[in-house]
């Protein structure tokens, strides 16, 4: 007779039970402290008493070494990992936790062994009832907390950059009203801003200190950074104009500003305009107006393509020693305006970048009153331009772009026969090669240069070629110094008699460091250089600032600068030399 074995025989059944538990003993299994060394149970005898548990959770174990907190799935998930460590009075780490706060919330950095405290001895402050001061490491050990969203804020740094390169530079030059000065827009205060170059170089100023920096007027997705200065100085020289005899006077400066920038994730809305009015109580024929803006929006249609729109406009007013001017015959500074906008469209196949934009601008002069009481006309100089450019660049890495650039342009005057006699409308062609580098957001730049040619109409008018240098470059060399370069050439209109145009070429260079938090200095130097085609006039002007930056707080603000500028001309009237000096006080509210 033989005998089977039951089915459900005892030694089976605790078998297959030991080999569950030893399954499912890890995972049911709360995270018990890390511990490098076995477990002191593992090398006891069977015979001795079991060791208790820290925490009324944590099963003893026997024969295996604990396992260590960060081996946990949960241990460092959910914000209880980067919260603040518990006040002082919570409960303290050899405290047995209640069973409904240990299954609602999720282990924190302060249950880590390594931030806990010192077990409590018996007659010290935890064992009477007051808690132990957490140690410095617990206090250190949780990160502050991060505000807004992350994604949103990564979103941004990429796209909210504005970049403004040569590529929307307008084809039209605007005439030579002065030295130009290193800030061409949102000057601190400083009389012909704009001067040569219209807001044409890369701007990046240093952003100031958190605590003093603008808030702002947040209206719907954008945000209006309005600004009025008032400023009070001396200028030995304001009609720009050499002679023996020339009339100081006490200077009156009134400035409105306005900054506009978007708030979206994608696209870019960008928009800076500045007004002044410059008054000269002792010489009231030199007092002038002054205002420069432009407006740029980026659409992003996809990723591979982005549409480019600019508008701008500039007004100011021309020396009297402008050889436009017959050098000083005039009595008063008669004012020009140019305004005019671009449009465009990029798009990159992979690594090449294809950008086509066309513009069109226009320039209105005011006529001029001479001492004798003659009128000097320039309607004849009122003229439209019409440009268009094509670009190609080939990404070699993100920090340098190389590319090669072709742009054509018309001139069309208002009047087609000027009061001479000749009929200046002419068409341009330039080649230009250059790059575009970008090292780690602390060297930007764009550098270009090749040739330009320039035919009139009029065959008495002989053509003009020239080389085309451009460049643009903001080097941040510390978080608190910045270095910004900028230099352009062109030809630019003229009425002068015989001569077909003027070639220019100015260079600005800007160093601007922040002593203390409310504290910034700013030198800089400018270059001009004006040879008129066809006949004997050459210029050569220079000018140094020096201005600083004091704010009280987020809307007041002091501000200094001292102007040097000089020209000097194979015409002795129309060589000059100007000292100034204004202070004023800046207001955002």
Known sequence: ????????????????????????????ASPAPAQETPDPAASAPSSGPAPTPRNASEPATAGRPRRSAFDAPTALRGSGAFSAPAPLGSETAGSPAPAASSAEEEPTVARLPRFRSAPSLPGSATAQGTPARPSLLRLRAAPPRRLGSATRRITQARTQQTVTDLRLTPVIQTPVSGVPLPTPILGLGLPNAAG???????RRPIPPDTAYAPLGIRLGTFTLLPAFTQSVGYDSNPDQIGSTRPRPSLTLRSEAELALRSEWSASELTAEMRGSYLEYPQNPEASRPNAV?????????????????????????????????GAGGATTRPLFASYGATAGVQENFNRLQLSLRGSIDRSVFEDAQLGNGTT?????????????????????????????????????????????????????????VGAAVALNSTLTAE????LQHRSYVDRTLQDINAPVINAALVWSVSPLTTVRFNQQTGVIETAVPG?????????TLEVQHDLLRNLSITVGGA?????????????????ATARFDYRFNRWLALRGSYIY???NSTIPLSTYEAHTVLLGVRVNP
């Open 447 to 450: 550098i270009s240069g090749g």
């Open 499 to 507: 001569s077909s145009g003027a070639f220019t070429d100015a260079a």
């Open 565 to 567: 500028s000089t020209l």
């Open 527 to 543: 270059y001009l250089s004006t040879n008129y085609d066809g006949v004997r006039i050459r210029e050569r002007g220079y000018s």
């Open 293 to 325: 803006g432009t407006a740029r929006m980026r659409i992003d249609v996809d990723r591979d393509t982005r549409v480019d729109l600019e508008t701008r406009f500039l007004l100011d007013s021309q020396r009297l020693g402008s050889p436009d001017l």
């Open 376 to 432: 000097i006309i320039q309607s004849d100089r009122d003229a439209n331009q019409y440009g268009l450019r094509l670009r190609a660049g080939y990404e070699i890495s993100p920090a340098i772009t190389p590319f090669v650039e072709t742009f054509l342009d018309t001139r069309v005057y208002d009047t087609p026969v000027d009061q001479f006699g000749l009929r200046r409308d002419s068409d341009g062609i330039a080649f230009t």
């Open 1 to 28: 007779m033989s005998r089977e074995r039951p089915i459900g025989d005892k030694r089976g059944g605790l078998r297959g039970a030991l080999a569950l538990a030893l399954l499912l003993g890890p995972v049911l």
């Open 196 to 202: 040569l170059l219209l807001g044409t170089a890369l």
